[in-house]
Structures are given as structure tokens and as C-alpha cells.
């Protein structure tokens, strides 16, 4: 199965199931009943050939916080499963991406001490149905539940679509980067301390 995992969550607000492979080939099957969320995580999926299977069923009548959040939190929780230990991978990368006018920088440490930096603006409060104030809550959730220390800046851009892209494009290719394994280090967990 390689660096696999499946995880499920049922609360009263969601139902959420999804698996990874880390080491895939960016293969999706994404439905939250949010457009706009499943198109950033099939460019997530994409860009970290992170194959993703994620379904989601959610009190969207109400508002999408919950769908969304507990996605991240679902979808993070895999993630670091499928790591185990983390022995062997590279650990650290930066990934800083152009979309037209925006570009925007992401680093990452696959640290399992989780912490965001968000430095991201948005001009407008919606794009499509979703609300931007959502993205922050699920790179939040997703970094606190993948243990991921994670920086996120919006240099410049003005289109509020670019903006939002850019970082789960840049999430991707970072996480691609600091997942893979180290040849030269294959079997060592990449820290002093001896466990991460």
C-alpha cells in the first residue's frame, strides 16, 4: 500500500471520508458540494501528485464553515497518517508561484508542530458561494491536523480567484518537495532529536 491512509469523520454538522497516496499521481475524486473547494483541492491533488479520494456531506443549508473546516481536518489527519514517522522525507521546501498577475510563497516544514502564517488578503468577501475568510480556517485545520508548520504570502495580485489558487498551488508543490523521499537519507528521521 506505500504511504497510504484512510480516515473518516461523522459529527452531527459533517460526514467526511477521504484517503490519500502520497505517492501517487495526482489523481482525485473530490465532491463536498462546494464548487469552489473541490477545484482547490483537485489543484491541490494535482500539484502534490497527492492522489485524494474526499466525500463530504455537510450542513451546507446553514453556511459552508463546517464542510469546510472538517474537510481540512479530515484530509490532514490522512496526510499525516499516510507519514508515520516521517523517516526519510526531505522535511523542508518553498514553493513561490505566479499565477498572471498574483504570486504568491509558500514554506513548509513537515514538522509535526503545526503553526500557520497566513498574510493573505482578499478584496472581495465571496468568490462564488464560498466565503474568502473560509480559506485561512482550512489551511488552519490542515496544518494543525497534517503537523505542518506553514507560511502563507500573497506578495502581490489583485484577482481574488488568482489569490485563493496560488496558495493551494503552492501548498501542493511544497508539500510534493518536502514529503518525497531523500535518497541520501532514506531511512533517518530528519531531525537532531531523532523522531519528529
Not at 484530509?75 to 522525507?89: D, H, K, T
Request: aromatic share 6%.
Amino acid at each position: 500500500m506505500g504511504r497510504s491512509a484512510q480516515v473518516e469523520r461523522k459529527t452531527k454538522e459533517t460526514r467526511i471520508a477521504a484517503s490519500v497516496a502520497l505517492d501517487g499521481q495526482g489523481r482525485y475524486d473530490v465532491a463536498t458540494g462546494i464548487g469552489f473547494l473541490d477545484h482547490m483541492l483537485e489543484q491541490l491533488s494535482r500539484h502534490s501528485l497527492i492522489d485524494i479520494t474526499l466525500k463530504a456531506e455537510g450542513d451546507l443549508h446553514i453556511d459552508y464553515h463546517h464542510t469546510t473546516e472538517d474537510s481540512a481536518i479530515v484530509l490532514g489527519q490522512a496526510v499525516s497518517q499516510a507519514l508515520g514517522e516521517r523517516r526519510g522525507i526531505v522535511r523542508y521546501a518553498v514553493a513561490t508561484i505566479p499565477m498572471d498577475e498574483t504570486l504568491t510563497r509558500v514554506a513548509l516544514d513537515a514538522s509535526n508542530r503545526p503553526y500557520l502564517i497566513w498574510k493573505v488578503d482578499f478584496s472581495r468577501d465571496k468568490l462564488g458561494e464560498m466565503d474568502t475568510e473560509l480559506f485561512k480556517e482550512w489551511f488552519q485545520a490542515f496544518a494543525q491536523q497534517a503537523g505542518l508548520t506553514l507560511h502563507v504570502e500573497t506578495l502581490y495580485g489583485t484577482n481574488n480567484h488568482h489569490i485563493a489558487e496560488s496558495c493551494y498551488k503552492g501548498l501542493a508543490r511544497a508539500l510534493r518537495q518536502a514529503i518525497e523521499i531523500d535518497p541520501r537519507s532514506a531511512d533517518a528521521v530528519p531531525s537532531t532529536k531523532g523522531s519528529l
